[in-house]
């Protein structure tokens, strides 16, 4: 059998590894360096704090194949609440997640403060921790998961742009190449590249963005705060902030931070931790999203696969999605095909739905 795979983030190099592991002659195309688009932009977030059952295998699944590969460090994720609605979503999805057999706990934010010193709690309504929560160095998954791609058998084609002449055919500067199979995992240029096709995606583009911070003093986990909607994780003996995302046309992603964003977010910081932050590096992201949330992975033509539309979370669920996606290519009974099969089919949406990428319909984009 022979696949090609055009993308060569985290979700196309899990599928190209799988597919060579077994045996499947794999190229790879990027129209870039690998990992050059929203993975090697990724926060490197990786938890199973997931409420709903479908997200939280794939999450689990995930995590178990990078503790196997070596690239997950482990870091506990706090999530936390100030006013009284999000409080009482904080404890509801802690419950829910306990009942799917999740390492989940809720604290009292007076408990919070004392198992990290440096976080401010004044203010926090509710908090819950998801203990076997970590994080990942996009970097060193992509350079990780090239190594094993390539160890397989697989060929990777790097700034090389492609198209799809026809469901199964690749066409490069090179000229074409006819597959058995074809599978595009190539984030926001997924939607243009199966168009010509009649192939027709229901995903929108927003723009993220996220700063790293000098060192600072004190241990912290990885944090979410419901209320105010930014999250962070430690890195670099700093940490890295995310926020400011809004909606944008994806040729108008601009990849450097906006200013605001930076004075914001230090604020934040310091008003959270009573920590005086510095910038280190500040960047901008293009992120896709679908009308429910939930990716587009799966056939959409005889030969023809896609997975988009990760909604900030394509690398954290890559090891899973890929591995599902190359035992369906190859025909393959998948490990985990009951929760995939039906949540995240593509084909589920017309594909001319109007939807605002980040779930608010009144906001102007």
Request: proline fraction near 8%; include cysteine.
């Given at each position: 059998m022979e696949v090609a795979v055009v993308g060569g983030g985290a979700v196309g190099l899990v599928v190209a590894g799988d597919l060579a592991a077994r045996g499947t002659d794999v190229t790879l195309y990027e129209r870039g360096a690998l990992g050059s688009g929203a993975t090697g932009r990724a926060a490197g977030l990786c938890y199973d704090a997931f409420a709903d059952p479908t997200d939280a295998a794939v999450a689990t699944r995930a995590i178990e194949r990078y503790r196997e590969w070596d690239l997950f460090t482990p870091c506990p994720y706090v999530w936390v609440a100030r006013d009284e609605r999000d409080a009482r979503a904080v404890r509801e999805q802690a419950a829910e997640m306990r009942a799917l057999g999740l390492d989940v706990e809720e604290l009292a934010p007076a408990a919070l403060g004392e198992r990290y010193?440096?976080?401010?709690?004044?203010?926090?309504?509710?908090?819950?921790?998801?203990?076997?929560?970590?994080?990942?160095?996009?970097?060193?998954?992509?350079?990780?998961?090239?190594?094993?791609?390539?160890?397989?058998?697989?060929?990777?084609?790097?700034?090389?742009?492609?198209?799809?002449?026809?469901?199964?055919?690749?066409?490069?500067?090179?000229?074409?190449?006819?597959?058995?199979?074809?599978?595009?995992?190539?984030?926001?240029?997924?939607?243009?590249?199966?168009?010509?096709?009649?192939?027709?995606?229901?995903?929108?583009?927003?723009?993220?963005?996220?700063?790293?911070?000098?060192?600072?003093?004190?241990?912290?986990?990885?944090?979410?705060?419901?209320?105010?909607?930014?999250?962070?994780?430690?890195?670099?003996?700093?940490?890295?902030?995310?926020?400011?995302?809004?909606?944008?046309?994806?040729?108008?992603?601009?990849?450097?931070?906006?200013?605001?964003?930076?004075?914001?977010?230090?604020?934040?910081?310091?008003?959270?931790?009573?920590?005086?932050?510095?910038?280190?590096?500040?960047?901008?992201?293009?992120?896709?999203?679908?009308?429910?949330?939930?990716?587009?992975?799966?056939?959409?033509?005889?030969?023809?696969?896609?997975?988009?539309?990760?909604?900030?979370?394509?690398?954290?669920r890559a090891p899973a999605i890929g591995e599902w996606l190359a035992e369906r290519v190859r025909g393959e009974s998948p490990r985990l095909d009951a929760p995939l099969s039906g949540s995240f089919d593509p084909t589920r949406f017309d594909g001319d739905e109007q939807f605002h990428p980040l779930g608010d319909p009144t906001a102007d984009w």
């Open positions: 010193p440096a976080l401010g709690t004044d203010g926090l309504t509710a908090c819950a921790v998801a203990r076997t929560a970590g994080t990942l160095d996009p970097e060193a998954v992509v350079t990780r998961l090239a190594e094993r791609a390539r160890a397989a058998g697989a060929t990777a084609h790097t700034e090389t742009p492609a198209t799809l002449a026809a469901q199964t055919t690749v066409e490069t500067a090179a000229g074409t190449t006819s597959f058995d199979a074809v599978v595009v995992a190539a984030g926001p240029a997924t939607k243009p590249l199966v168009a010509p096709l009649d192939v027709r995606l229901a995903l929108n583009c927003y723009r993220a963005q996220a700063l790293v911070t000098g060192p600072l003093d004190g241990r912290l986990p990885s944090l979410y705060d419901a209320s105010r909607g930014y999250y962070w994780r430690p890195r670099d003996d700093g940490l890295l902030v995310g926020d400011g995302a809004h909606a944008v046309d994806p040729a108008d992603c601009d990849p450097e931070a906006d200013p605001e964003f930076v004075e914001t977010t230090l604020g934040r910081i310091e008003a959270a931790t009573a920590l005086t932050p510095d910038v280190a590096r500040a960047w901008a992201g293009c992120c896709t999203a679908t009308p429910d949330r939930d990716p587009l992975v799966g056939p959409v033509a005889d030969g023809l696969w896609v997975a988009t539309g990760w909604q900030g979370h394509g690398l954290m």
